[in-house]
């Protein structure tokens, strides 16, 4: 079955940077489109960024200027940069993904942990 790895969370402090990747867990035709979303304790998840099809984006207001999504299809990734990272970006990211197989099919990553200390 298809699935989408996280890796690249942890612990930073604030001011720093760290490079989310969402990885496919086998060959796929394309990923098409994507977004990133977190979770904080107690909240809801919401959306930080997205990636179009078309190859445009969109970011949450939080995180415009600090934050890039893109995709590397020849590795089947799906990356979110991180920089000027504040306490308030601390939360669970998750990666959701338009994944081409044989059909298209939505996928979401496991999730990985991202602790801003101040």
């Known amino acids: 079955q298809l699935q989408l790895v996280e890796s690249g969370g942890g612990l930073v402090q604030a001011g720093g940077s760290l490079r989310l990747s969402c990885a496919a867990s086998?060959?796929?035709?394309?990923?098409?489109?994507a977004a990133w979303y977190r979770q904080a304790p107690g909240k809801q998840r919401d959306l930080v960024a997205g990636?179009?099809?078309?190859?445009?984006?969109s970011y949450a207001d939080s995180v415009k200027g600090r934050f890039t999504i893109s995709i590397d299809n020849a590795k089947n990734t799906v990356y979110l940069q991180m920089n000027s990272l504040k306490p308030e970006d601390t939360a669970v990211y998750y990666c959701?993904?338009?994944?081409?197989?044989?059909?298209?099919?939505?996928?979401w990553g496991q999730g990985t942990q991202v602790t801003v200390s101040s």
């Open positions: 959701n993904a338009m994944v081409r197989v044989v059909t298209t099919m939505t996928v």
């Open positions: 086998r060959s796929v035709r394309s990923i098409n489109a």
């Open positions: 990636i179009a099809t078309s190859g445009s984006t």
